[in-house]
Structures are given as structure tokens and as C-alpha cells.
């Protein structure tokens, strides 16, 4: 049974730096395209990165030159390093696992002025 684990969600002050993790169980993910989604209170669920398992990524317009998305294969591990964060990255951030059409439970991120 695959199971995914987000955590490292907080509260922090416009400008400041985040980092999220997404530990996986139950299979390896090294190989897998795994992405990031986050949900703003009354809206949409938004990609807003993905990762290849040859390491290639790709972002949303709305995080690109902010957020990081990497993987430490070894610990089976997603990351979001998330930095120069706006009031309009409050949301539930989720990790997913689109081959075994796998979601995270979340965790919520909110940015004060």
C-alpha cells in the first residue's frame, strides 16, 4: 500500500521561506513524475510544479523563480522549498502520485504581512 505524507506547512511573514516535504511509502518513486498542487480557500486545486525522474522540472507561472521542487531518492522524498513567499501562496499544499492516482493528506501553508 502506497502512501504519501506531506509536512513542513506553517505560518510565515510575506517574504520569508518554506519548506515542504513529501515522504513516500510503499514503493519508490525515483522514477516517477510526482507533483506539487496547492488549493486556495474557495478555489481551485493548482499545479504548480512537477518532477521527472530523469529531474526535470517544470512550474506554474505564478511560483517560477520562487519554488524548488527536487527529490532525495534515497529517502523516498519529495521536496517544495518555497522562498520570497506571497500573501497568495496561502493554501493547502498536497503531493501527488499520478501511477497509483495517489494524493497526500496536505498541509496548510499561510503567509501573513
Known amino acids: 500500500q502506497v502512501k504519501l505524507v506531506e509536512s513542513g506547512g506553517g505560518l510565515v511573514q510575506a517574504g520569508g521561506s518554506l519548506t515542504l516535504s513529501c515522504a513516500a511509502s510503499?514503493?519508490?518513486?525515483?522514477?516517477?513524475?510526482n507533483n506539487w498542487f496547492r488549493q486556495a480557500p474557495g478555489g481551485q486545486r493548482e499545479r504548480i510544479a512537477t518532477?521527472?525522474?530523469?529531474?526535470?522540472?517544470t512550474y506554474a507561472a505564478s511560483v517560477r523563480g520562487r519554488f524548488t521542487i527536487s527529490k532525495d531518492n534515497a529517502k523516498n522524498t519529495m521536496y517544495l522549498q518555497m522562498d520570497n513567499l506571497k500573501l497568495d501562496d496561502t493554501a493547502v499544499y498536497y503531493c501527488?502520485?499520478?501511477?497509483?492516482?495517489?494524493w497526500g493528506q496536505g498541509t496548510q501553508v499561510t503567509v501573513s504581512s
Open positions: 510503499g514503493a519508490s518513486f525515483s522514477a516517477d513524475v
Open positions: 518532477i521527472r525522474g530523469d529531474g526535470y522540472t
Open positions: 501527488d502520485w499520478p501511477r497509483f492516482m495517489y
